[in-house]
């Protein structure tokens, strides 16, 4: 289990992502939340700065040895991407509810999916610029 400050700090907007959502669901008022058009802004604001800003999916990209699991997981993650944004236009254009629905669930899936993804890796993921050397005695990090 290899849980990082970031994936805290996803959590934190997506807790964010779900309340603006279930705001929505509510009816509530207010100037950001009584428009689907609002709700839809802010959703995917806070899932770009919560997801993809603070994202390492970029290192999986650069991988030279990808096994199928990865390979999975990338192609899950660019589908629920782009659900996302398909849905985050629609719901901007047109004040769609059912884009704005698909818009919450992508964002969700995906942050999801790559927390499982973090919990089941068995070492963390390696920080550029980091020393990697490691102590006598100790297994070297791969």
Known sequence: MRLTWR???TAAFMAAIVAV???HLNDATGWLLSSVRGNATA???LGAVGGCALGTAAELY???DEDSV????????NLLGLTALVGALVALIAASEA???VLFAATMALWVISTVRHLSRE???PIRGAD????AGSPPIH
Do not use: E, N
Request: net charge positive.
């Open 21 to 23: 959502y279930l705001a």
């Open 123 to 125: 070492t963390p993921l």
């Open 99 to 101: 884009a704005l629905a």
């Open 7 to 9: 994936d805290a700090v």
């Open 132 to 135: 990697h050397r490691t102590p």
């Open 70 to 77: 990865t390979k999975l997981y990338l192609m899950l993650a």
């Open 62 to 64: 650069r991988s030279p």
């Open 43 to 45: 959703i995917l604001v």
